[in-house]
């Protein structure tokens, strides 16, 4: 029996479903040395099991948005689902890293279902009024998959293998899948049969992109995510072999790092509907700003400080707490007629620059936080540049 559309157990539904893009990208991340080494290849090249994974995402995102217009939201999750489930599996048993970077980018097809299908359902149920509040709720729920996913990855690396990591996530695939077959009712009621029609396509898109306020928050939320992207491409080489942490301990640092997320996410859930959207982006991208630069200089201070690291990505996190639902709210919740191709285009632009920012990150990688602070600091910057830019337009 479905679940009623605005109960708590479809908000807690929605969690999980957007909560599985997370998960598949922090739980792995205390493996990464391990994954290196088990394949004999270098960090750059490790680095790019994350980086195809986001690449996956982003175009998958193009295609999976105008599907959910056209055929509804049920379908494309469920068929989304199923081949996660897959891809997991063959994940777990890749033998060469090849096959790894290729199954992640089909895993990455799969679980974008939940994030860009689940968005536009809170579209469809809570319409624009409430659908910034929904979502900022819904990004404080989804930020304990990035706080304990790496603990249970952890555990599970030095119990039974990085390959034990996607076993899981093939049990959370399969699991989510028979949830929602029973519990997931079609939220669509503006189904458009041309949503995937090359014109209708093409003139979507064109009018998105051609739409100043969706430009600006889509870039406000692109570039506010690609300074966290990298960070946790970064992280567990930064924080694990260059300064020296275990992996458990590493796990108990990123969750540290990602409170800061949940605060700010609470921060905005609470203060959005006061405030309106737009402030709470302003003040979130002078955050951004301001934790980035600190972040950078107190590396040349004191470089072997753990705490110099995870404090100011705290902070940094906050913002991204404040910024990503309401700019994701702000893109969408204006064109409920292709609501799915909003979300999906935004995401498209999310992961696409955040897979840019995390291979950056692989390449200057010199075994201090130095390289991966100041890629933080600079998307940070951006975000904050762009925000000012939208409000000296309409001055």
Same mark, same amino acid.
């Given at each position: ?85 897959? $891809?997991? +599996?063959?994940? /777990?048993?890749?033998?060469? =890293? #090849?096959? !790894?970077? *290729? ?18 359902v809170v579209r469809d149920i809570h319409g624009p009024g409430e659908a910034a509040r929904m979502l900022a709720y819904i990004a404080s729920g ?58 209708r396509f093409m003139r979507n898109y064109s009018l998105l992109i051609k ?18 992207? $990298?960070? +946790?491409?970064? /992280?567990?080489?930064?924080? =694990? #072999?260059? !300064?020296? *942490? ?131 600091? /600079? ?17």
């Open positions: 029996m479905p679940f009623p559309p605005k109960s708590k157990y479809m908000l807690a539904l929605i969690i999980a479903l957007v909560a599985t893009g997370p998960i598949s990208t922090d739980m792995y991340l205390p493996a990464l040395p391990d994954i290196r080494d088990a394949f004999g290849v270098t960090t750059s090249g490790v680095q790019l099991t994350l980086s195809v994974f986001l690449f996956g995402l982003a175009f998958a995102q193009l295609i999976l948005g105008p599907l959910s217009d056209k055929f509804g939201r049920r379908p494309v999750l469920l068929g989304g689902l199923a081949l996660y489930f897959v $891809a997991s +599996i063959a994940c /777990a048993m890749a033998t060469t =890293i #090849e096959i !790894l970077i *290729l199954s992640r980018f089909l895993q990455a097809v799969g679980v974008c279902a939940g994030g860009v299908v689940g968005r536009a989804i930020a304990v998959a990035p706080l304990v996913a790496p603990l249970i990855g952890g555990q599970l690396t030095l119990a039974f293998g990085w390959q034990s990591i996607f076993w899981a996530m093939a049990v959370i695939a399969l699991v989510l899948f028979f949830i929602t077959t029973s519990a997931l009712g079609e939220s669509n009621q503006w189904k458009k049969s041309d949503a995937l029609n090359p014109k739409d100043a306020d969706y430009r600006s928050f889509v870039l406000a939320s692109a570039l506010n995510f690609s300074g966290l992207f $990298a960070f +946790i491409s970064g /992280a567990s080489f930064v924080l =694990i #072999e260059g !300064l020296g *942490l275990d992996i458990e301990t590493f796990g108990f640092a990123f969750g540290f790092v990602v409170v800061g997320f949940m605060v700010g996410a609470q921060i905005s859930a609470r203060f959005t509907k006061r405030i309106g959207l737009e402030r709470m982006i302003e003040i979130g991208g002078r955050l951004a700003i301001i934790s980035g630069f600190v972040g950078v200089m107190v590396q040349f201070i004191f470089p072997h400080s753990v705490f110099l690291v995870i404090i100011p990505m705290a902070v940094y996190l906050c913002s991204v707490g404040l910024i990503l639902p309401n700019a994701t709210a702000g893109a969408i919740a204006p064109h409920q007629d292709m609501a799915g191709a909003a979300s999906a285009l935004l995401g498209f632009v999310q992961m696409m620059m955040a897979a840019g920012a995390g291979i950056i990150v692989g390449k200057v990688h010199d075994g201090t936080p130095i390289p991966m602070m100041t890629v933080v600091a /600079a998307c940070g910057f951006l975000g904050w540049f762009f925000t000012k830019r939208k409000k000296a337009n309409e001055a």
